[in-house]
């Protein structure tokens, strides 16, 4: 009696079918049907932090759940290791990379990080690395990045030195110069700089990040290996890991690329040294080469990672593909952020040109946003009142640095919006003389919050006070 | 109105879950497979998957609000469920992570860290049976002996009649090191081992291991939950694991790892680091970056699943173990071999002998066999090859690894005993399958 499993190469997964050939690009109405499941009623300007996956992958996702709860062991042995390296094939051709062997599928960015950090802490634990070899990074680096530096670097007796980079930012060239006077110093300390972190596209403030130039000096200047956090990349710039040229490159899929949470995929420039990183949870596959013991971490639901040929399957059904929509995110989230910050007559965080998807918008200074906790309670304050979900950074001025000023003083707040496709709707927030009027437009009809005059001088009393009454709790925010 | 005769009727009994509606949880299975592996990748009925997938669609319609108000609430009545389960002290005591590979790669870290801040030395030893799970064993080498130790390797007599057999083996082989002046800093043992199956004797071989003075003792039971009775303060281990998906009816993937509290339970941490690094295992692993964190927020409507059968999750434990013994009995008098082990020291799982004229010469022949009874007769079970020792006359070589979970049919059993009588009919030989056979290298 034979059996339907595949073997030998064939393969029964979803997005093996030839997709129907259709003359028509996908139109607005299926753009909105696609994303019915988000709530309707929020602005989610938010797409930086967490994605969005349309209702079709969701489909194809849920068909490899299916196929593997089914006949788990025939999933196992006979489709889950073609299904892998089918969607690694499809990433090695999206980032420009020479050989699948280059590609690895992770969870996330995260895993990536602890990857490539876990072996430097090894460098020093087998006596490779000497104390106070050094690991370099921006100081706006995702936190969980600067604490994966903590536990396996400083841990280890590697020491850190921090790019502070300048924000709000003008032009590339003041983040290179920055960049350079950095790693002078560390240089000059006598310091060996065995690894440098860099940011594609950074995520609190958000701008992107000359990355070609700095790798480039990162060469020049003799540090041992570059590892390119691109969190945010794919889906939103341009990514070409060739032209980049950083030995580690890693980014998230299932933000702008419309997975499904979560997968992201690790480039590893091959070389003596790639040969060396494992993943930290160790399986069958141990030392059979990172993207084959990536591919098994035990029993888990490995559908996120499957579903990227049915991804670019989606994506190309708009106009001009992933390049298509990537420029007319950058068109509208430009767009949207000059119109905020004519109506709020506050700035924009970086140029045009240095922002892809994302945008840092000033708030009015006459919200007073102090500290993060007010940066945290003003957060939620959107969601919960107004429902609008956008993260806001508090900026922080050391030394002699310069502040931005609107009409009223120094801009201490930031928002960072996201444009994806249509389907968020926008929050256009007024402040308006003696009154704070907060309103919600696009498809909503005036949902106001009038502040009393003599509480509109500091948005943190106003919400401490709504705390104080027992309107919404206090959260322990992180902006991601 | 005078309320005493209503509230004198008396409540009805809560309906247990019926056979038909077991079936109907587990249609989705493959229908013509006999699924007799239920100890490899475990199973999940179509109400929890639904569950998961409402939480699923929570996540991505609005996530944000689900990562600031939900998660972390979701996750700790998860914990607290497992808690009370596992009749564990303190729910810091507990953390949730994805299955058991993980949970080993966490502790067997926190030993290399050992070595490299200079609380172990090099050459200080790690003591496992030669059976433990192939991932463990390559964790150890990627953490453990990478950072200097060394590995104890204890045989498992198999087949075993007795406790005692192992509990021999395992002081014989401490004393040896003690002889030796290896100093034992890590026990790994198995509650319920992988191939051959085999329930250990955990709180004696833990006893053994505080008498010779082991600074951790680790129990590995990945098929431990749903599987075996799992008693934290009973077992007295410093690290426990055990799957949540194998037999305890979790979509994939979820475990638990319990880490007694101690000064050193504390230093423990999770691989992939997040904001939520230092602020405790438990609460490391509930944010590991964006990812589903569904399967793990489903734990206590697996708990009310369960608590539809009869007796809970203790009532499946007995049934499985009765039928699954049954099965083997029944396999072994069908084709004149024997089980593995004495009923009492198995669990949902038991092995059973193979008749030797197949002749399983090798593990790669109990690849072919495993890979030849899927694709021609439709039956998914494991199959275990069992090197001869010196000296035997005519011993088995060959055992299958039944389990027995709530979705099975007798017919399933009957339907490999045929399967093997057909190829012993047909003087079958695992030699007559190419070595190309198995498509994994």
Redesign the interface.
């Known amino acids: 009696?034979?059996?339907e499993?595949p073997?030998?190469g064939e393969s029964t997964h979803p997005s093996s079918k030839k997709p129907k050939l259709s003359s028509k690009f996908i139109t607005e109405s299926d753009i909105r049907d696609e994303f019915s499941?988000?709530?309707q009623r929020?602005a989610?300007i938010?797409n930086g932090?967490?994605?969005?996956?349309p209702d079709s992958v969701?489909t194809a996702q849920?068909r490899w759940?299916?196929q593997?709860?089914?006949?788990?062991?025939?999933f196992?042995?006979?489709v889950l290791?073609d299904g892998i390296t089918a969607s690694r094939e499809t990433i090695k051709d999206l980032i420009n990379a020479d050989h699948v062997d280059e590609v690895s599928l992770v969870?996330?960015?995260?895993?990536a990080?602890?990857i490539v950090?876990?072996r430097i802490g090894?460098n020093?634990?087998e006596g490779k690395f000497q104390k106070n070899d050094t690991v370099l990074m921006l100081h706006c680096a995702f936190?969980?990045v600067k604490?994966?530096i903590?536990?396996?670097v400083t841990?280890?007796g590697g020491s850190v030195i921090e790019v502070r980079l300048p924000f709000p930012v003008n032009s590339e060239e003041e983040i290179i110069s920055e960049f350079k006077k950095s790693i002078e110093e560390g240089k000059s300390n006598g310091r060996n700089i065995r690894l440098a972190i860099i940011d594609h596209i950074t995520s609190m403030p958000s701008v992107v990040i000359p990355v070609k130039e700095l790798v480039r000096i990162c060469r020049a200047e003799g540090i041992e290996q570059v590892f390119v956090d691109a969190a945010h990349a794919i889906g939103s710039v341009e990514v070409d890991v060739k032209e980049v040229g950083a030995d580690f490159y890693v980014s998230?899929l299932?933000k702008w690329f419309f997975c499904?949470?979560?997968v992201a995929f690790l480039y590893c420039k091959k070389s003596t040294s790639s040969s060396d990183l494992?993943h930290?949870?160790?399986?069958?596959e141990?030392?059979n080469g990172l993207p084959i013991e990536s591919a098994w971490?035990?029993?888990?639901?490995y559908s996120?990672q499957l579903v990227v040929p049915a991804v670019l399957e989606f994506i190309n059904r708009f106009e001009g593909g992933i390049n298509g929509i990537m420029k007319k995110n950058h068109d509208e989230v430009v767009k949207m952020g000059k119109m905020l910050a004519e109506s709020w007559g506050t700035n924009l965080g970086s140029p045009p040109e240095m922002s892809a998807a994302m945008i840092m918008v000033g708030l009015p200074s006459r919200l007073c946003l102090h500290s993060e906790e007010d940066a945290v309670m003003l957060r939620?304050h959107l969601?919960d009142r107004y429902e609008v979900?956008v993260p806001i950074f508090h900026q922080v001025y050391v030394d002699r640095e310069e502040g931005v000023r609107d009409k009223d003083g120094f801009i201490t707040g930031y928002v960072r919006i996201s444009h994806q496709l249509r389907m968020g709707k926008l929050a256009k927030c007024f402040i308006r003389n003696e009154e704070a009027v907060i309103k919600v437009g696009e498809g909503f009809h005036g949902i106001t919050c009038v502040l009393p005059a003599s509480d509109v001088c500091c948005i943190s009393q106003f919400l401490k006070n709504r705390i104080k009454g027992g309107q919404g709790a206090a959260?322990k925010?992180?902006n991601? | 109105m005078n309320s005493t005769s209503i509230s004198a009727a008396v409540t009805p009994q809560p309906l247990f879950i019926t056979p038909a509606e077991v079936c109907s949880e587990f249609s989705y299975h493959h229908p013509s497979v006999a699924r007799i592996n239920n100890g490899g990748f475990g199973c999940c009925p179509s109400s929890l998957i639904s569950y998961q997938r409402q939480i699923q669609m929570q996540w991505l319609r609005q996530p944000d609000e689900f990562f600031f108000n939900q998660l972390q609430p979701g996750m700790l009545r998860s914990r607290n469920v497992i808690k009370d389960l596992i009749n564990a002290d303190h729910v810091d005591e507990v953390s949730i992570v994805d299955n058991v590979s993980t949970a080993i790669s966490i502790v067997l870290q926190h030993m290399a860290w050992g070595f490299a801040e200079g609380k172990f030395h090099s050459g200080d030893a790690t003591v496992m049976f030669h059976c433990a799970y192939g991932a463990v064993k390559k964790s150890v080498e990627a953490y453990f002996v990478r950072a200097g130790g060394y590995v104890i390797e204890v045989p498992l007599p198999f087949p075993v009649n007795s406790d005692d057999e192992i509990l021999q083996e395992f002081r014989q082989a401490l004393d040896k090191s003690k002889q030796n002046g290896r100093r034992v800093r890590l026990a790994i043992i198995d509650h319920v081992t992988f191939m051959p199956t085999v329930v250990m004797p955990v709180k004696q071989l833990v006893s053994i291991c505080r008498e010779a003075g082991i600074d951790h003792v680790f129990i590995d039971a990945a098929h431990g939950i749903g599987c075996v009775d799992v008693d934290m303060k009973q077992i007295g281990a410093d690290f426990y694991t055990s799957n949540l998906h194998k037999w305890l009816f979790c979509p994939p993937s979820a475990a638990f790892l319990y880490c007694r509290k101690s000064n050193q339970s504390s230093a423990l941490h999770h691989p992939v680091v997040t904001h939520q690094y230092g602020n405790g295992l438990a609460t490391e692993s509930s944010w590991i970056g964006t990812r589903d964190y569904s399967a793990q927020l489903v734990v206590p409507k697996v708990l009310e699943f369960v608590n539809r059968f009869e007796g809970g999750i203790d009532g499946i434990k007995r049934r499985n173990h009765d039928a699954v013994v049954d099965m083997g009995e029944m396999l072994a008098k069908a084709w004149g071999t024997q089980l593995g082990c004495p009923p009492h020291m198995c669990s949902s799982m038991v092995m059973v002998g193979l008749p030797a004229c197949l002749h399983v010469s090798s593990d790669q022949d109990s690849w072919k066999l495993r890979t030849y009874l899927r694709d021609k007769f439709g039956v998914e079970v494991s199959i275990y090859y069992r090197p001869p020792k010196d000296g035997e006359v005519g011993p088995l070589t060959g055992y299958a690894r039944i389990s027995y979970q709530v979705y099975n049919k007798v017919d399933d059993y009957y339907k490999f005993r045929d399967a093997i009588n057909q190829l012993v009919h047909d003087a079958f030989t695992c030699a007559s399958l190419p070595d190309s056979y198995i498509r994994l290298v």
């Not at chain 1, 593997?68 to 025939?74: H, I, T």
């Not at chain 1, 969870?107 to 895993?111: L, R, V």
């Not at chain 1, 930290?280 to 069958?284: A, L, Q, T």
Request: with cysteine; hydrophobic share 30%; glycine share 4%.
């Open positions: 009696m034979q059996h499993y073997r030998n499941h988000h709530q929020v989610r938010n932090s967490y994605g969005s996956c969701l849920r759940q299916l593997f709860l089914r006949q788990p062991d025939a196992y042995f006979n290791r969870d996330n960015a995260t895993t990080a602890a950090l876990q090894r020093f634990a936190q969980a604490k994966s903590q536990a396996y841990r280890a998230n299932h499904p949470p979560s494992h930290p949870v160790v399986s069958h141990y030392g971490i035990g029993t888990r639901d996120s939620s969601r979900e959260r925010n992180w991601f």
